[in-house]
């Protein structure tokens, strides 16, 4: 073949715009640091399934790069770095930069711990036909049937009536039991593979099984219940009533693990928004910049963003103004100059279910991490719609350092649609836009993304701290 191009080969590469598969642009330096970054990602993918063991990994984290608490009314710092904790579900870490407050603000990358999930009731503990049983609700949106007959592990925390904390994670070593929630066999499935996708199994159906084996003792009943809350008093000293006051969820049982042959997509539970998360995390420990960076790992995103510990909550507003006092800058000042980068994951284009995807603006897995101008659903109903200027002022960082990404939509017009925390930080008078890495399965207990999308993920945040 010619090396010397055509004058219409010369013109489209010149003219027409191409996503690029960032595997195939990487050199070999470059594939070596996708695949290292990616082991230190699915560590912490084991380490930390809810909101709280994020929490706790990450203030690990900053600790051993020197990062310590912030406390309110704190004295800062130009080349302070920092840690906000708020109630062990949430997270911000933080450096002070050199640049001023008010011309420059703050660089936010905002992004969530919590996944969906399974949650014990406070009232959970039966006992029916040989087999002990937990009543659950579901956490977030998901396909209640994709959470049967799968491994599950307990995590949380137990108050006791003491008021001592109990912190529990039940199904991780491969010596634990494991828990699970059981489902109809084919043979008598009948009826129920005739129903709506939602009704195959009904959230009350979702019960964990915990135990088979009656108490020894032929005056009590309900004995199989009894030497479960046995097992839980000898074992970690709590009783019935302690559930009441206990935060537990189900998640799946199973560890991160390299996917396909080539090994360049990584499967693991809670990818959503772990995928942003920690690369927000690694980007502000890693790495000093002249600016002031913050980057918030919050909660509760996937019920509405929500509560004290989520990002609706004024603690994120308070800790921005407090930032800004502390530096002697008016907080209205900061709050116009900053920026945001809302770190969350979108759908990966899945040829597989091509119908509900408009292939040409949908995220391309390995076409690197995936820039939202909108999301919503409809009519673009309930979005923050960056700003074409941002948005360019985004893609001219990202193109000065050779990030490579793509721009996606969440599925076709009118197939759905989602929402981020975006327009809460957009609320704030900050410039807001969001970027995340493409998901396959999303929300399902096991989800899918590639190596090179997390990789640019990072890469993304430190053009944006640069
Ligand atoms: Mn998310
Ligand atoms: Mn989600």
């Not at 009904?202 to 915990?210: A, W």
């Not at 084996?213 to 809350?229: A, G, Q, R, T």
């Not at 690369?279 to 980057?295: G, K």
Request: contains cysteine; charged residues 25%.
């Amino acid at each position: 073949m010619s090396e010397k191009k055509s004058k219409g080969q010369q013109l489209q590469k010149a003219l027409a715009y191409k996503k690029k598969n960032y595997y195939e642009t990487a050199d070999k330096a470059e594939k070596k640091a996708i695949f290292d970054y990616a082991k230190g990602y699915m560590a912490f993918l084991d380490a930390a399934k809810t909101e709280r063991e994020a929490c706790d990994f990450a203030v690990k984290a900053a600790q051993e790069k020197g990062f310590t608490e912030y406390k309110f009314g704190e004295k800062l710092a130009a080349g302070d770095k920092k840690y906000f904790v708020n109630r062990g579900k949430s997270v911000v870490v933080f450096r002070v930069g050199t640049k001023n407050l008010e011309e420059d603000g703050i660089r936010i990358i905002a992004s969530h711990i919590d996944a969906p999930r399974i949650d014990i009731k406070q009232n959970p503990l039966y006992e029916d036909s040989g087999m002990a049983f937990l009543k659950t609700h579901y956490y977030g949106g998901i396909k209640k049937y994709q959470w049967t007959a799968i491994p599950l592990a307990l995590h949380g925390v137990i108050v006791k009536k003491d008021g001592e904390k109990l912190n529990v994670r039940i199904g991780e070593n491969a010596k634990d039991p494991v828990f699970y929630i059981n489902d109809l066999l084919p043979h008598l499935g009948q009826e129920q593979m005739s129903g709506h996708a939602n009704k195959i199994i009904d959230g009350e159906q979702l019960n964990v099984l915990v135990g088979g084996m009656p108490f020894d003792d032929e005056d009590v009943s309900e004995k199989i219940k009894l030497n479960v809350l046995a097992i839980l008093n000898k074992e970690y000293g709590v009783t019935e009533e302690d559930f009441l006051s206990a935060e537990l969820s189900a998640v799946p049982a199973y560890g991160a693990r390299d996917v396909g042959f080539d090994r360049a997509l990584i499967g693991a539970y809670g990818h959503d928004d772990r995928v942003c998360a920690y690369p927000a995390l690694t980007a502000v420990l890693d790495n000093e910049t002249e600016h002031t960076v913050l980057a918030m790992l919050v909660d509760k995103e996937e019920i509405g963003s929500e509560g004290t510990t989520g990002i609706q909550c004024k603690v994120y507003e308070d800790l921005m103004e407090e930032i800004s006092v502390a530096m002697g800058a008016n907080f209205r000042k900061v709050r116009f100059a900053s920026k945001c980068l809302s770190s969350d994951v979108t759908a990966a284009y899945d040829p597989n279910f091509a119908g509900v995807y408009e292939k040409m603006n949908s995220a391309i897995l390995s076409c690197g991490t995936a820039m939202c101008k909108f999301t919503g659903a409809r009519g673009k109903s309930g979005s923050n719609d960056a700003n074409a200027e941002f948005v360019g002022e985004v893609r001219k960082m990202f193109a000065e350092e050779g990030v490579v990404w793509q721009t996606a939509e969440l599925g076709k017009v009118d197939a759905g649609g989602g929402g981020t925390v975006a327009k809460f930080i957009a609320n704030l008078n900050i410039d807001t836009v969001d970027l995340g890495v493409p998901v396959i399965s999303m929300h399902s207990p096991w989800e899918v993304v590639s190596k090179a999308d997390l990789y640019s993920n990072y890469k993304a945040f430190l053009a944006f701290m640069k």
